[in-house]
């Protein structure tokens, strides 16, 4: 006997194209601040082989802003029927069921970026600690909606309705 596959006609959501900012910045920060440690540790250490890791610091950030715009064009997600679907990734695509029953806690949180664009991330805690699931780079209205849909979606299946 065949197992039931589930055709959904619900589309994808996608994250705020406005997210692709907020990671460009990240990138650009971070590599800034690993650039500094390196050329500080080569010029007042005399560490002649941390240029070569600023080398490789400025490589891996000039690639992480190239490929930032689609790997945040990539995020998606879909409320089904008894769980939602996240997707993310471009070479390594991961994809994640969470059942609304099993969901515990569903935080909305913003990071200093996030607030200047007014977007937020919605994260999901279940009983399982391998199932940390994120959706960054929401609307703040959206992903409070979202948040009180899924709370209410959540309680009803934990009560059995």
Request: aromatic share 8%; glycine share 8%; net charge positive.
């Amino acid at each position: 006997m065949r197992d039931r596959v589930e055709v959904t006609t619900e589309p994808w959501h996608r994250v705020s194209p406005k997210y692709v900012v907020v990671v460009l910045v990240e990138a650009l920060v971070g590599g800034i601040l690993s650039a500094a440690v390196c050329a500080a540790l080569a010029v007042f250490a005399g560490w002649w082989w941390a240029w070569f890791v600023l080398g490789a610091v400025a490589v891996g950030t000039v690639v992480r802003l190239v490929i930032a715009p689609r790997q945040a064009r990539a995020i998606g997600y879909r409320l089904r029927d008894d769980d939602l679907l996240f997707r993310r990734g471009i070479m390594f695509q991961r994809f994640v069921a969470v059942p609304y029953g099993r969901m515990q806690l569903i935080d909305v949180t913003r990071g200093p970026v996030g607030r200047m664009l007014h977007l937020a991330d919605l994260k999901f805690v279940t009983a399982a600690a391998a199932t940390g699931v994120a959706i960054p780079g929401l609307p703040e209205d959206e992903a409070e909606r979202l948040r009180d849909r899924l709370v209410e979606l959540a309680e009803s299946r934990r009560a059995g309705l």
